[in-house]
């Protein structure tokens, strides 16, 4: 943890044990699942596109942290980290990465397509920009049902160049619709570096003419994730409008696999130099210095929780591997309900 | 039919279906481009506003790609959405949520959840409007594994299915043309559906088998009135759905005419009369008397000036021509 040092944590803020514990145990498990599929994907066991959320786990962990089961979620291609952070099950994870017929989406749906309705995750898709709208809707549907609950789309830098982005502003800002955008601006739309494909490098002040409520937080700092959002929820349910939430952050990974390398050969061109500063800011290893720093935590009891889940991600691998595919026979099955 | 049927216009059966509906279901909502104007959507969304509010029927901006989103979410979130584009032409801006999401949604979480959304195009072709402002775009839509396509002709079939298509779990395209909006027949009073999925011959005959849907069945019934004074009879059956086609109604009346002429109002390639056609070649072929025919749309863009208009378009007259030329009848 020495090259640890970039992130400080607001100090003024006193929150309780639990809640810290069930933050850093969110992160921890998604990092520790994500860093999981690394050999089975080397070695070809997955072989599904898999996109890796290590190093942004401080956006979903604090996002949904503010989140209760009515609220409604959306994803991307990378979202792996959602899914887990607003209660989806690891195992029916790990099975549908691996295409069983275990897994949340019978293995139907693989890696990119993840959903766990009964906790508000109403799904994941990898083209991107197109859950935005989906979003809208179901803050609409919370709208017309006046149920209190708010609906948010996380999506990337890369998604902001899709035009419906602007057409949910507008539309959500003329209506006062409960929904929160949630862009994670990591800099890279895939291979791209966000200087060749914005103007400007920043997201937040694209909702400005729109009327949307707009933050910009560092994304790999979890209690200012977990502060932003609440002031963001807390608008939705006062029935004030949306809000657009840009948090810088950066993946370790590459787009795709490890290190974009699914078709067996390294393909991530980003700068060695970037790749080790933003290591420095790793949103985890910075948190559990500042719990132990701090004396919420002693290292012995952090080591224990990562060790526990650790053996949790290695377990459900396991019976992932031992399940069944989908029956060649069920091919046609679910084209209609 | 119903004993409290009565006359009602094809636009007029559309809002019943509406407020019925509406009334009945809270989760029912409408939205898209021009519901507060009879000018986009004619007597469809009369008074709907005034009965159900703002919040349920939602006129827009013209933002296909969000609205079509937001009424495809919606679904998901466990609404039902109906998503209105006056001209059809419109709703490829809207593709990506009906095709990437809609249309796979149910498949690609293995059953996990399903979209209840109706995404109704209304075709409003001729009047000199050109190739964006004519459209017929159901064969496209037909194509896509997911998706259910109607296409009532009748008064009765415009409620019955827009209340089928509202009810259905799944992601149903209702397309209807503004040609039909004033076509006037008995409606039932009360709330029913037409099952998606079943066509129904509208006119008995023995001498050929006329597929059709949407507004040239009503051109095909004129023309078969028109042929009966020539000693021809033919059957006019009205697919009423265009996806699940309904093969076996198809594969019966043929059998019992032994011709088949084949009539969409969209193009003629990889259309839906092209599958037609090839349902009747692959089960049915031994019963032909004859070779098959197509009437469509040619292959081209809608022309703007009426000199173009009138030989791109199919009439009754049209119809009349080909049938009498696949009989041998002068």
Redesign the interface.
């Known amino acids: 943890m020495s090259d640890v040092r970039k992130i400080k944590y607001p100090q003024s803020t006193s929150y309780p044990k639990e809640f810290h514990w069930s933050l850093l145990e969110t992160m921890v498990l998604i990092r520790r699942c994500e860093e999981s599929f690394i050999d089975p994907i080397l070695d070809r066991r997955i072989q599904c596109p898999v996109h890796l959320y290590s190093g942004e786990e401080a956006i979903a962990a604090g996002v949904c942290a503010c989140l209760t089961p009515e609220d ?1 979620v ?1 994803g991307n291609h990378r979202s792996h980290g959602h899914y887990l952070a607003k209660g989806g099950d690891l195992y029916g994870l790990i099975a549908e990465v691996y295409c069983k017929e275990d ?7 693989g890696s990119m ?1 993840l ?1 766990s ?1 009964e906790n508000g995750f ?2 994941a ?1 990898p ?1 991107v920009g ?1 859950t ?7 803050a ?5 049902r006046d149920n209190n609950a708010v ?1 948010v789309a996380f999506f990337g830098d890369g998604a902001a160049g899709e ?2 982005l602007y ?2 502003m ?2 959500a800002g ?1 209506h006062d619709i409960p929904l929160i955008l949630v862009c994670e601006n990591n800099l890279y739309s895939t291979h791209m570096p966000i200087r060749e494909i914005r103007c400007r490098d920043t997201l937040f002040d694209t909702a400005i003419p729109f009327d949307v409520r707009t933050i910009r937080e560092e994304g790999n700092n979890v209690l200012k994730v977990y502060e932003a959002t609440r002031t963001a929820v807390a608008h939705c349910r006062e029935k004030k409008g949306p809000v657009f939430l840009e948090f810088s952050t950066y993946r370790q990974r590459g787009h795709v696999g490890p290190n974009d390398n699914i078709q067996g050969s390294q393909t991530d061109i980003r700068p060695p130099e970037e790749i080790r500063e933003w290591l420095t800011r790793d949103p985890i290893a910075n948190y559990k210095k500042f719990l132990i720093t701090e004396e919420i935590f002693r290292t012995e009891e952090i080591d224990e929780m990562d060790a526990m889940i650790i053996d949790r991600v290695k377990q459900a691998h396991k019976k992932a591997e031992q399940a069944n595919r989908p029956a060649p026979e069920d091919l046609p ?5 | 039919m119903s004993s409290n049927s009565r006359s009602l216009k094809y636009s007029r059966a559309i809002n019943e279906a509406f407020v019925q509906l509406m009334t009945a279901d809270p989760s029912v ?1 409408i ?1 898209g481009q021009g519901v507060k104007s009879p000018w986009y959507v004619g007597q469809t969304c009369a008074g709907l506003i005034d009965q159900f509010g703002e ?2 029927v939602i006129d ?2 013209v ?1 296909e ?15 039902k ?1 109906v998503s209105v584009h006056p001209r059809m032409d419109f709703a490829l801006y809207g593709l ?2 009906v095709i ?2 809609a249309a796979n ?10 979209v209840p959304v109706v995404v109704w195009g209304i075709i409003n072709r001729k009047g000199e409007q050109g190739a964006q402002h004519s459209q017929a775009l159901h064969a496209m839509f037909a194509q896509i ?2 998706l ?1 396509v109607v296409a009532p002709a009748t008064p009765y079939d415009a409620k019955g299915l827009m209340v089928a298509a509202i009810n259905d ?2 992601p149903v395209i209702f397309v209807d043309d503004r040609w039909l909006y004033d076509f006037e027949d008995d409606v039932p009073e009360e709330l029913y559906e037409s099952e998606i999925g079943k066509a129904q011959v509208l006119k008995q005959g023995t001498d050929l088998t006329i597929v059709t849907s949407s507004y040239l069945t009503q051109e095909s019934l004129k023309a078969a009135a028109i042929l009966a004074d020539s000693g021809v009879d033919v059957e006019v059956l009205d697919l009423r759905t265009i996806k699940p086609l309904d093969v076996p109604a198809i594969l019966a009346s043929v059998r019992s005419t032994g011709r088949l002429l084949a009539i969409d109002g969209g193009w003629r390639s990889f259309g839906v009369a092209a599958e037609i056609v090839a349902v009747v070649s692959e089960e049915a072929f031994e019963v032909l008397k004859s070779p098959v025919r197509r009437l469509t749309l040619p292959d081209l863009p809608a022309p703007a000036s009426r000199s173009l208009e009138d030989p791109y378009y199919i009439t009754s007259e049209s119809i009349v021509e080909v049938v009498k030329s696949m009989l041998n009848v002068n």
């Not at chain 1, 935005?132 to 179901?138: D, K, M, N, V």
């Not at chain 2, 949604?105 to 399903?114: C, D, E, T, V």
């Open positions: 409604t959306f897994g949340c989406s019978r293995g139907r749906g397509h959903i309705k109403l799904g898709v083209i197109g935005i709208a989906l979003a809208l809707g179901a609409l549907a919370h709208q017309i609906a035009g419906v057409e949910v507008n539309f003329i099955k679910y084209v209609f309900k | 909502f939205i919040t349920r827009t901006p933002s790609n969000a609205m079509t989103g937001a009424a495809v979410g919606a679904a998901i979130a466990g609404m959405a990506d949520p990437n999401e949604w149910h498949y690609m979480f293995g059953g996990a959840a399903s594994p997911g259910k779990p799944n």
